[in-house]
C-alpha cells in the first residue's frame, strides 16, 4: 500500500491500481478468507484511486467490499474505517450523478463521526458537514446547503483557530457559491 499511497499521491492512479492489487492480492495470501484490516483497506485505497481515475462505479464495488468487511471486523460499534467507507461512497455516488444516493450515505457517515468524536470539534466531521453542503447545493436547496455550509466553517474555525488556513478559505468559497 506503500508505493501505491506514492503514486496516488503523485496522481499516477494507474501505478497507484497496480500496487494496490499486488498489496490485496498478497493480503489475501497471508489472511486468507479472514476478515482483515489490511485487506478492507487495500480495497479501499483500490476504491480512491479508482474513483480519482474517474471510474465511480469500480470505486462503488471497491468502497462496498470494504464497507461489508470493516462492518465484520469492528462489528456494530462505531469506528473510522466504516464511516470513511461511508463518506467515500458518497463520494462515488455523488460524482455518479445520484446525489439522493450521495446524501444517504454522507448522513451515515456523519451521524458515526459524531459517535465517534462526540461534541469535539473534528475535520472529519467538518468534511461531512461540507459534503452534504456540496450535495444539497447541486439538487438546488440553497437554504440547506447553506446551512450545512455554516456549520463546517463553525467547525473548522474553531479547529483552525484565528490563523489563515485553506480549509476556511474552502468553507468561505463554499457559502458565497
Known amino acids: 500500500n506503500v508505493l501505491g499511497n506514492a503514486y496516488q499521491a503523485l496522481g499516477d492512479f494507474t501505478k497507484a491500481i497496480a500496487y494496490y492489487e499486488q498489496s490485496l492480492a498478497r493480503n489475501k495470501l497471508i489472511y486468507g478468507d479472514k476478515p482483515h484490516p489490511k485487506i478492507s483497506a487495500s480495497l479501499n485505497n483500490l476504491g480512491l484511486a479508482y474513483n480519482r481515475l474517474g471510474d465511480a462505479n469500480k470505486a462503488i464495488a471497491y468502497y462496498e467490499q470494504s464497507l461489508a468487511m470493516s462492518r465484520l471486523i469492528y462489528g456494530d460499534k462505531p469506528h473510522p474505517k466504516i464511516a470513511d467507507s461511508l463518506g467515500n461512497l458518497g463520494v462515488a455516488y455523488n460524482a455518479l450523478g445520484d446525489t439522493n444516493k450521495a446524501i444517504a450515505y454522507y448522513e451515515q457517515s456523519l451521524a458515526m463521526k459524531k459517535l465517534i468524536y462526540g461534541d469535539k470539534p473534528h475535520p472529519d ?37 484565528d490563523k489563515p488556513h485553506p480549509e476556511i478559505a474552502t468553507s468561505l468559497g463554499n457559502l458565497g457559491s
Open 125 to 161: 466531521i467538518a468534511d461531512s458537514l461540507n459534503n452534504l453542503g456540496c450535495a444539497y447545493e447541486a439538487l438546488g436547496d440553497a437554504n440547506k446547503a447553506i446551512a450545512y455550509y455554516e456549520q463546517s466553517l463553525t467547525m473548522k474555525k474553531r479547529i483552525c483557530g
